[in-house]
C-alpha cells in the first residue's frame, strides 16, 4: 500500500482528512431508488441513525446522496434533491464528528451544502454540469471526480473503448485541467476510476486490476465498487449476498493504492483495513 507520493493530509472544511492510511466512507442514500438501500434511509431519524451506526463502526467519512446514480435512474429536479440532502447535512454537521460528503453534481446543492457543514464534494459526473466548476470553487471544498460516460439512464448502452484504462486516465486528466482553469488547485483532488459506470464486466474487472496505473495522476484514489453488479456477474449473488465480493475487492483496492473506500458494510470493511494495517506494521 504505498501512498508516499500523495499528500497526508486532505483538508475537508472544518476538519482534515488524514490520507496516510486508508480511510472507510460511509454510503447514506437518502433516495427512495437506490440500487441497493434505496428507501431504507428517506426519513431523517432513520438516516441520522445508520450514520450514527457507520461512524462507530469506523467511518471517518460520510456520503450522502440526493440522487439516484444506478444504472436507468432517472434524474431528480434541484428542488427535490436539495430536499432531501440539506437536512441531513444539516443535522450529522451538528450531531456526529465525522466529515460529509456530499453525493452529487448540482451547484445549488454544492453550494448550500458547504454553508450546512459538508467538507468535501463528491461527483460522479465530474462537476460537467452548468456552473458546477464555478460552484466547487466557490466552495474552496476537495472535489471527488469521477469516470463516467453520458447519463445513468444510458451509460451502459454497449460502452466501447480501445483502451479503458487509458480511457480513464485522459479523462481525469481532462478534468483535472478544467478544474485548474476554474480555481480549483491538484491539492483539492481526489480522483475515482468510476467502476459501475458505462463499462462492461470485463472493463471494471481490468481496470481494477491495472488501478495504480491511476497512481500515477499523483492524486488520492477513491474506490466505489461495494455491493456492485459486478460482483453479481462474476459471483452469481444478488445485492443482498455481495458482502465477501465487497471485502475481497475492499481489501484487493488497498494494495492498489486505494486511499478511500466507499462502502455500505462499513464494519466489515474496517475489519478488512484493520487486519491489513496489523500486517503492514509488523516488524
Avoid at 475537508?12 to 434511509?41: A, E, H, K, W, Y
Avoid at 456520503?63 to 434541484?78: C, H, L
Avoid at 488547485?185 to 480522483?191: D, N, Q, T
Amino acid at each position: 500500500m504505498s501512498r508516499q507520493q500523495h499528500p497526508s493530509r486532505l483538508p475537508c472544511g472544518s476538519r482534515l482528512l488524514d490520507l496516510s492510511r486508508p480511510q472507510v466512507m460511509g454510503i447514506l442514500n437518502v433516495t427512495p431508488d437506490s440500487f441497493s438501500d434505496g428507501g431504507r434511509f428517506t426519513a431523517r431519524d432513520a438516516a441520522l441513525r445508520h450514520a450514527e451506526q457507520m461512524v462507530a463502526a469506523g467511518a471517518t467519512l460520510i456520503d450522502i446522496g440526493g440522487e439516484s446514480t444506478r444504472p436507468g435512474a432517472r434524474s431528480v429536479s434541484p428542488t427535490e434533491e436539495l430536499e432531501r440532502v440539506a437536512p441531513m447535512v444539516e443535522v450529522i454537521a451538528r450531531e456526529l464528528d465525522v466529515i460529509i460528503s456530499v453525493d452529487t453534481s448540482t451547484p445549488a446543492v454544492m453550494r448550500e451544502s458547504a454553508r450546512l457543514g459538508a467538507g468535501l464534494i463528491n461527483d460522479v459526473r465530474s462537476l460537467q454540469r452548468d456552473g458546477a466548476l464555478d460552484a466547487a470553487a466557490d466552495t474552496g471544498l476537495p472535489v471527488c471526480l469521477m469516470h463516467m460516460r453520458g447519463e445513468p439512464g444510458n451509460m451502459q448502452d454497449n460502452p466501447q473503448y480501445p483502451d479503458i484504462v487509458s480511457e480513464v486516465r485522459e479523462f481525469l486528466v481532462e478534468r483535472m485541467a478544467a478544474c485548474a482553469t476554474a480555481g480549483i488547485p491538484a491539492e483539492r483532488i481526489v480522483l475515482d476510476p468510476g467502476f459501475g459506470f458505462a463499462k462492461t464486466l470485463e472493463h471494471n474487472l481490468v481496470l481494477f486490476r491495472r488501478m495504480a496505473e491511476l497512481s500515477a495522476l499523483g492524486r488520492p484514489l477513491l474506490v466505489g465498487v461495494s455491493r456492485k453488479s459486478m460482483i453479481g456477474k462474476v459471483l452469481g449473488h444478488e445485492v443482498g449476498g455481495r458482502l465477501y465480493g465487497s471485502l475481497a475487492l475492499a481489501a484487493l483496492a488497498l494494495t492498489k493504492g486505494a486511499h478511500i473506500l466507499r462502502v455500505h458494510d462499513v464494519a466489515e470493511t474496517m475489519d478488512v483495513v484493520r487486519m491489513i494495517a496489523a500486517v503492514e506494521a509488523a516488524q
